[in-house]
Antibody, heavy 114, light 107 residues
């Protein structure tokens, strides 16, 4: 069965970077775009971008260009999202999901605090 | 970017009531819209894909439809587990965009 297993909660300092992971199983990782979604407390969902693991092609919402970097490791069927220059407004739950939205990870909570 | 305006942002309704949530697209998205349900623990599940196709295992009280640029999710008779959050997502063009979400509360 398809599963997307995300890495655990993170606590990071302002100005630092963090790399979140999403390990896929149960399907051909290289055949589906993977998207990343942000949700701040009490807010709606925000589309960050997506990556096609087959060739590394990426798409980003303009707002997250320079903030988020999406990569994928075909050998381990794992997608990654690096967030840089962290600030308090980056504190949120981050989800990975196939762009078909039929499968979602459980979410990773990122807290940015000094 | 395509803007998705979801309404209402919150809705108070009773068990057994019929409700409809709407997402309005700022540009033509054809049938490229999904409806998602989010539980209080954050778990997200797709209910409807391609505007009106019901996902496997989703109760038949859920349905999706389109009228022009308005896309609707209708729940024909609310049950207790339906009082959670709902989101629409357009995937007609990148960047994909979500509606603002609807919180469905029990009256």
């Amino acid at each position: 069965q398809v599963q997307l297993q995300q890495s655990g909660a993170e606590l990071a300092r302002p100005g630092a970077s963090v790399k979140l992971s999403c390990k896929a199983s149960g399907y051909t990782f290289t055949s589906y775009w993977m998207q990343w979604v942000k949700q701040r407390p009490g807010q709606g969902l925000e589309w960050i971008g997506a990556i096609y693991p087959g060739d590394g092609d990426t798409r980003y919402t303009q707002k997250f260009k320079g903030k988020a970097t999406l990569t994928a490791d075909k050998s381990s069927s794992t997608a990654y999202m690096q967030l840089s220059s962290l600030a308090s407004e980056d504190s949120a739950v981050y989800y990975c999901a196939r762009v078909t939205t039929d499968y979602w990870g459980q979410g990773t909570t990122l807290t940015v605090s000094s | 970017d395509i803007q998705m305006t979801q309404s209402p942002s919150s809705l108070s309704a009773s068990l057994g009531e019929r409700v409809s949530l709407t997402c309005r697209a700022s540009q033509d998205i054809g049938s490229s819209l999904n409806w998602l349900q989010q539980e209080p623990d954050g778990t997200i599940k797709r209910l409807i894909y391609a505007t009106s196709s019901l996902d496997s295992g989703v109760p038949k009280r859920f349905s999706g439809s389109r009228s022009g640029s308005d896309y609707s999710l209708t729940i024909s008779s609310l049950e207790s587990e339906d009082f959670v959050d709902y989101h629409c997502l357009q995937y007609a063009s990148s960047p994909y965009t979500f509606g603002g979400g609807t919180k469905l509360e029990i009256k």
